[in-house]
């Protein structure tokens, strides 16, 4: 495969390394973008891929709760001006709303009546004829626990449930609800700054580990020691790993003398009851939205008939 200057500049924009690296780890790989983010990081050049290059769309996440449940929703936009158009955020917010009345999956929020009686997918429709840019609901996700609360965290919000970030955590408790919310909040703004993948080291995705412990063996390798040093090294790696992506083994953000675990242990003398975490979710307004960049001046003269080529 032949390796393009846009590939190595993607690449580099995912790792922060060097252009030549860069180069050598596609043709080591034959263009593979995620093997050679791994090959980079086999060789000490690089760290996790910088998932944030991915980013592209507009709009805003929006997070709506009621009694034991939360839903959030992403709706996208062409451009940031109308992400902060106030009518726009309005109807993200009524989607939100809608959205808590019902399974939490798109086709049921699409169909979902708002206060003025019509459905959320015409809503969108009627938002994107009066306002001539596309918008979409790209996708949602609901928590609910009983007994317990679900607390939420919008980062920079633009208006009350309203950001860029979003953030749903699901607390199981039969202590005081007020008091649970808020070590739930504490939580998902930990969530927002940390990034963790997983609420507990059994539940980090098999393939993800495995990709890990396959970088590992490999840095180990290149220290020429005997195997089982290998295999000793490798294990406290994973462990390592586990201390970085695991939410409950993450260093607290509010008091790093703490892990999330334990302070969530802690919280439960204040709470009234044992609590238990049962799963996360979090939205970064475009994550995974591959960004189309096009040549402007070549689009002016295009559209000014004078493209010569």
């Known amino acids: 495969m032949a390796i393009t200057a846009g590939m190595v500049k993607e690449l580099r924009e995912k790792t922060g390394v060097g252009m030549m690296d860069c180069k ?21 050049l690089a760290k996790a891929a ?22 959030m929703v992403e709706v996208n936009s062409e451009t940031d001006f109308v992400a902060r158009n106030a009518d726009f ?6 989607i939100a709303v809608a ?16 206060a003025d009686g019509g459905s959320v997918e015409e809503a969108l429709k009627s938002a994107i004829a009066t306002i001539g840019e596309n918008m979409t609901l790209r996708r949602s996700a609901m928590i609910a626990v009983k007994p317990g609360a679900v607390a939420s965290y ?8 309203l950001g860029k970030i979003g953030v749903i955590v699901g607390l199981e408790s039969a202590g005081d609800a007020d008091k649970l ?10 969530v927002a700054a940390a990034g963790p993948i997983a609420v507990r080291e059994e539940e980090v995705d098999p393939d993800v580990l495995a990709r890990e412990r396959a970088v590992f063996t490999e840095q180990a390798k290149e220290s020429g020691k005997p195997e089982a040093i290998i295999a000793k090294m490798v294990e406290g790696r994973i462990r390592k790993f586990y201390e970085e992506v695991v939410l409950l083994a993450q260093n607290f953000v509010v008091d790093t003398e703490k892990t999330v675990g334990k302070a969530i242990a802690a919280a439960e003398a204040d709470v009234g009851a044992p609590i238990k975490v049962t799963e996360f979710v979090v939205f970064r307004l475009g994550e995974g939205v591959e960004k189309v960049e096009s040549d402007f001046a070549a689009e002016v003269a295009a559209a000014a008939g004078t493209d010569k080529s």
Not at 50 to 71: D, F, H, M, N, P
Not at 99 to 114: F, H, M, Q, V
Not at 181 to 190: E, P, S, Y
């Open 154 to 161: 919008v980062h920079n919000a633009v208006a009350p449930g």
């Open 89 to 94: 955020q309005a109807l993200v917010t009524r």
């Open 99 to 114: 959205a808590l009345t019902t399974d939490g999956s798109l086709a049921a929020i699409n169909a979902a009546k708002l």
């Open 24 to 44: 050598n780890a596609l043709s080591e790989t034959g263009g593979d973008m995620e093997a050679a983010i791994d090959w980079l990081r086999a060789k000490g």
């Open 181 to 190: 919310t808020a070590v739930g909040r504490q939580v998902a703004m930990h």
């Open 50 to 71: 910088k998932k944030a290059g991915r980013v592209a769309a507009e709009g805003l996440i929006g997070v709506a709760s009621a009694s034991g449940k939360a839903v």
